[in-house]
């Protein structure tokens, strides 16, 4: 299962550098940072429930890309699970494609159009308590970045999940240490994140975001560590991972890569993924 | 009218089991007929409107048919980009329901109007605006939302508000006639219909009101034909000049400068965010007061 999600990771990244290369479009940094977190949950035996041949079966588990600036990793990972067309990905933030340069709705597979940060947990929370209060199965997993822990909606939903003991609502939160103009303790330190998230009453773990067995580990839905607490994945993770030039290098929140620069990517990662 | 409207609500979450109350920790003596009897229906999300407003789009995505509530401005101003993105933009069941609309508190404070709210919410894609005018209003509103699919915004008085008509039934969007009186007529937008009724007399004007409405081509038209069939209408909403019901018309008759002369808009200067004191005085203080309306006739 690991090679498959580490073929999976690998094939995400290629696709999301092919997309914001083609389009001339920024936030690939975060897109490659999500990777591997992405490939547990869609790749093959992922966490998820999901069906892409029914985007809207009732059953389905809810996910929400709040860091929407990243989509062309979500976007790829639907395409490789079939959600939408490998061929539509090309279409990547082009004028009249579905798919935006921020996360939209109406692409099979998501379930909110995000961009503006701060929106995706409150959310997460609604859904949470709507299958609490109506008695489904069904898990809601949100994934949030470092930087957009500056948003105080979020610690508005930090507060209220515990509240309402949603165990059944997972927040991911791809820590890659950069945000806009700076690194995160340079901009607003969030440290010490895990402690905080304890004391406003979460089930916290700290995990290597590139690791994918620790994260096919951790991401068990259906067995949150702490019932009756929402549990908060903190994923260290590195902005650009997986292609040297692009590693923990903050201009790559807004640059694309030239096509030398994505020739060369794709040969590093094509050489790793089949290491 | 919030009693009005809780109410109502109450009644139609007996038969209809998608109705949720989301309160931002306001409604204390009012909300409690809707929280005993419904209270897996019910949710205090406290002060945290951004929160509040999210939640109850993701229970709106879960299903239920959500209602947002607590005083003017929290739910609207204090959260507005969670009310267009999550809310509108994915056309969710979600209505917000804003109490002491307008002037209602007036005493607590400018901090505690909304007289931008309108301006701020009719922008949005498929919103359904419903400004009741009295409490009789309120009720046929509110049965017409809890109809309705997608988002809405109920502004609401905040209690005591006189009736201005006879109880009425509101299927749809459109303008009320509640008197007809010669060539002209008061045209009321939220709460002070009851409180402007008698002008209307003094005016030897007719009466109407606009309890539900939306800005699409369909309702456009419906005051084109309304405003055709007047010398003089004029426009009387507890809300600044710019960008409330009346701007609205005024956008609507764009291209029509015959009917544009018909059109009279007697509205809040903005100098009334600077001011306290009962809602009377704030509307006397504001310019909406009888001197002005005659004038607006006379004009």
């Known amino acids: 299962m690991k ?7 690998c094939q995400l990244r290629i696709e999301a550098l092919r997309m914001v290369h083609r389009a001339r479009s920024s936030h690939i940094g975060g897109a490659l940072s999500m990777a591997d977190i992405l490939a547990v949950l869609y790749g093959p035996g992922g966490r998820l429930r999901v069906k892409p041949t029914d985007p809207f079966w009732k059953g389905r588990d809810r996910f929400i890309l709040s860091k929407g600036h990243a989509c062309a990793g979500i976007y790829a990972a639907l395409a490789l699970r079939g959600f939408i067309s490998m061929e539509e990905l090309m279409t990547f933030a082009q004028s009249g494609s579905l798919l935006m340069s921020h996360a939209s709705h109406k692409v099979a597979g998501i379930e ?23 008695n489904e199965p069904w898990r809601t997993v949100v994934l949030l970045s470092d930087g957009e822990m500056d948003e105080g909606s979020n610690w508005e939903s ?18 890659n240490g950069i945000q806009s103009l700076g690194t995160v303790p340079e901009v607003l330190d969030i440290e010490p994140l895990a402690d905080k998230l304890r004391a406003f009453r979460w089930s916290v773990i700290e995990v290597d975001g590139h690791d994918l067995e620790a994260l096919y580990r951790v991401l068990d839905l259906d067995h949150p560590p702490e019932p009756g607490r929402p549990t908060v994945v903190i994923a260290r993770t590195i902005k650009g991972k997986g292609v040297p030039l692009m590693e923990n290098r903050l201009e790559w929140h807004y640059k694309s890569p030239s096509d030398a620069q994505l020739t060369a990517a794709i040969a590093i990662l094509e050489s790793t993924c089949h290491a | 009218m919030r009693n009005t409207f809780i109410e109502t609500l109450t009644a139609c979450a007996s038969v209809d089991p998608r109705i949720f109350l989301v309160v931002g920790d306001l409604g204390f003596s009012v909300v409690e007929t809707f929280s005993k009897k419904f209270p897996e229906r019910f949710l205090n999300a406290g002060v945290a409107e951004q929160n509040m407003t999210g939640v109850a789009a993701g229970l709106a995505m879960a299903g239920y048919k959500v209602f947002t509530y607590s005083i003017a401005n929290f739910p609207t101003l204090r959260c507005l980009e969670q009310i267009r993105n999550d809310v509108c933009y994915h056309g969710l069941d979600v209505t917000i329901v804003a109490v002491g609309g307008g002037l209602g508190y007036g005493p607590l404070g400018y901090s505690h109007h909304a007289v931008q709210d309108i301006a701020c919410l009719r922008g949005f894609p498929g919103i359904l605006m419903a400004t009741p005018g009295d409490p009789y209003e309120t009720e046929a509103v509110t049965r017409a939302l809890v109809r309705h699919r997608g988002p809405a915004y109920l502004r609401l008085g905040k209690g005591g508000e006189p009736q201005g008509g006879p109880a009425c039934t509101i299927e749809d969007q459109g303008i009320r006639i509640i008197e007809r009186f010669g060539d002209s007529t008061l045209l009321t937008c939220g709460n002070l219909l009851g409180f402007v009724a008698p002008w209307a007399k003094s005016c030897q004007a007719g009466l109407a009101s606009v309890p539900l409405w939306g800005t699409d081509e369909r309702m456009k038209k419906m005051i084109r034909d309304f405003i055709s069939n007047y010398r003089r209408v004029v426009i009387v909403e507890e809300h600044l000049a710019g960008g409330g019901f009346g701007s609205f018309v005024r956008e609507t008759l764009e291209s029509e400068p015959a009917l544009q002369s018909v059109v009279r808009c007697c509205a809040l200067d903005v100098s009334v965010c600077q001011l306290t004191g009962t809602q009377d005085q704030l509307r006397n203080a504001g310019g909406i007061n009888i001197d002005s309306v005659r004038d607006a006739f006379a004009r």
Do not use: M, Y
């Open chain 1, 158 to 175: 930090f507060l209220f999940a515990p509240q309402h003991r949603l165990d059944n609502l997972w927040a991911l939160i791809d820590a």
């Open chain 1, 112 to 134: 909110l159009s995000t961009g503006s940060l701060g929106h995706g947990l409150p959310v997460g929370c609604g859904l949470a308590l709507g299958a609490k209060r109506s």
């Open chain 1, 3 to 9: 090679s498959e999600f580490k073929s999976f990771a």
